[in-house]
């Protein structure tokens, strides 16, 4: 399938921005390394390619010779100043620096339908274009856009920004307009697609095992699993110890109401021994991981009839870490992540399509390494108490107030204790996402003096509680 655009991705927030926009015109993309080659790009054959990054100088790497291909290319931010040198051109000084400009754009057909105006640019650079580029948009004097008509290549120096309608009707434009896409990608498409792979697996017989975590990404995988192959499927769900307050009986409940038989492994015993003296979050993850392994390929092992794995991957685990279906190639089974192309979010209408409850289908994300990833320093049996009962003060709080559905994420960390008294800090986190920030809520006063008042009283090994008031990048967070 060449019926899409694909990105090259020099910042992830953006990428998947540009994605979403795309898909949002029925556009199917597909993002890609920034590192991809020229005779890769050929092999995929796309009908367009978007090179997406921040407002910035920072520096990536790019092939001249997706120039060459006859393919066209839209340049967004940075990524605007490689595609100008390897076009011929250069980029020198700062000209426009974090303020609003007037924005006036000229004919082309990427700018069809868009009026000049108020912009805002973070990191605007003077340009010097070569023979056959124009200038397209300018503000101030300073060249915002530019294109080499005949050859399709198109840069703009800013980025896409949220609830941005003129950036949607610019990537249109590219897409439909001059790459020539045709508008059929859709949530349903999707399904299809996944439903398509499910079930061609199911034809070839034997057992399906689908990996869960009581996520709304496992849950769905394991829906569409379980109408794939009925009876000859079984869900599993390891118990780490390290999920939040009545999690384990709560995932229990939700596959008894799927009618979707779930075998429950308890190994929280085994893997908090296993974390002893373990303080990195790396060596905490890799010890989880080692151990849902594990446990998958014990239980799997049991069953000979089992032929397929079903995994949860979403688009945005398969950008930040890959496909994980390598991770088990000692399963000697057929490995399929049936989500692994659609975002968060799509998984999320897909799960009130299937009728699941607004419980699963808007639930929170948690990381795979679940408490111990809130965690600072080892992980003990005391500290995991005092951080679940304060996860569940909070949840408590924010649900009660009305503002589970308004804010992205919302969590206590645990600090590293004092090594004589014991005596641990606890911090507040609650964010919303704007302008591919993470940025604090502004929660009500009372709430914050309820939820720290409760969590002293309830985890007497916390003397202190703190709110976080810093804005982080959106894939910069250091707790998840």
Not at 361 to 387: I, N, S, Y
């Amino acid at each position: 399938m060449n019926d899409m655009i694909l990105i090259l991705n020099y910042s992830d927030e953006f990428s998947m921005e540009t994605a979403r926009r795309l898909r949002g015109e029925q556009i199917y993309s597909r993002i890609i390394s920034g590192m991809t080659t020229a005779a890769q790009i050929r092999e995929i054959a796309p009908r367009g390619i978007v090179l997406s990054g921040e407002a910035s100088s920072a520096q990536g790497v790019f092939d001249a010779g997706i120039l060459e291909l006859g393919i066209p290319v839209l340049a967004l931010g940075h990524t605007v100043h490689m595609m100008l040198a390897a076009q011929g051109g250069a980029s020198a000084g700062v000209a426009i620096n974090e303020r609003k400009a007037y924005i006036e754009y000229g004919k082309s057909a990427l700018f069809a339908g868009v009026t000049g105006g108020e912009r805002y640019l973070k990191e605007t650079l003077t340009l010097m274009l070569p023979p056959d580029v124009q200038v397209t948009a300018s503000a101030s004097g300073c060249t915002i856009a530019f294109e080499n008509t005949e050859k399709k290549q198109y840069g703009i120096q800013f980025e896409l920004e949220r609830n941005d309608p003129e950036g949607s009707a610019i990537l249109k434009n590219f897409a439909r307009d001059i790459c020539g896409c045709t508008a059929w990608w859709s949530l349903g498409a999707a399904m299809r697609e996944a439903e398509r792979a499910l079930t061609e697996a199911a034809e070839q017989g034997g057992r399906a095992v689908c990996a869960v975590s009581g996520g709304v990404d496992s849950t769905v995988a394991a829906v569409l699993t379980h109408r794939a192959f009925g009876e000859r499927m079984t869900a599993i769900f390891v118990e780490t110890g390290l999920m939040r307050e009545g999690e384990g009986a709560m995932v229990q409940q939700t596959f008894d109401a799927l009618g979707i038989p779930l075998l429950h492994m308890d190994r929280s015993g085994v893997v908090l021994e296993a974390l002893a003296h373990r303080r990195s979050m790396r060596e905490k993850r890799l010890v989880v991981m080692n151990c849902l392994h594990e446990e998958m390929i014990r239980q799997t092992a049991s069953m000979p009839e089992a032929k397929t794995l079903v995994l949860g991957t979403n688009y945005s685990d398969f950008l930040h870490g890959g496909s994980t279906s390598d991770r088990w190639n000692d399963c000697e089974m057929n490995v399929l992540e049936p989500l692994a192309t659609l975002f968060k979010d799509e998984v999320r209408a897909i799960a009130q399509q299937l009728g699941l409850g607004a419980e699963i289908a808007e639930r929170k994300p948690f990381p795979a390494l679940g408490l111990g990833a809130r965690m600072v320093g080892e992980v003990t049996g005391e500290r995991l108490q005092a951080l679940r009962r304060a996860d569940s003060i909070f949840d408590e709080e924010i649900r009660l107030a009305g503002l589970d559905r308004k804010l992205y994420k919302y969590f206590p960390i645990l600090t590293s204790s004092d090594p004589i008294s014991g005596i641990e800090m606890m911090i507040l986190r609650a964010v919303t996402v704007s302008g591919g920030q993470l940025l604090p809520a502004r929660l009500p006063y009372d709430l914050i003096e309820r939820t720290v008042r409760r969590i002293c009283a309830d985890a007497p090994t916390v003397a202190r509680v703190f709110y976080d008031e810093t804005p982080t990048p959106v894939g910069k967070e250091t707790f998840t």
